[in-house]
């Protein structure tokens, strides 16, 4: 997934952190809003950013 200027893929560690709403992270990656950024994240992953967070928890306390 590329951020909305066209650079670099977004990274799954700002989606990881937790403390970081959504909307922070959409405007941090140049998205207009929470909404655009979970909607190319969903493309980008078939997932929505709280579901690859809640997946990645549960694999993350198996360990």
């Known amino acids: 997934m590329t951020q909305a200027d066209g ?5 799954v560690d700002s989606v990881l952190a937790v403390s970081q709403l959504s909307r922070n ?3 941090g990656w140049g998205f207009n809003g929470a909404s655009d ?3 190319a994240f969903r493309r980008a992953h078939d997932m929505t950013p709280g579901d ?6 549960a694999i993350n306390s198996w360990r």
């Open 7 to 11: 650079s670099s893929a977004l990274t």
């Open 52 to 57: 690859f967070r809640a997946a990645a928890s």
């Open 25 to 27: 992270i959409a405007y």
């Open 37 to 39: 950024f979970n909607r």
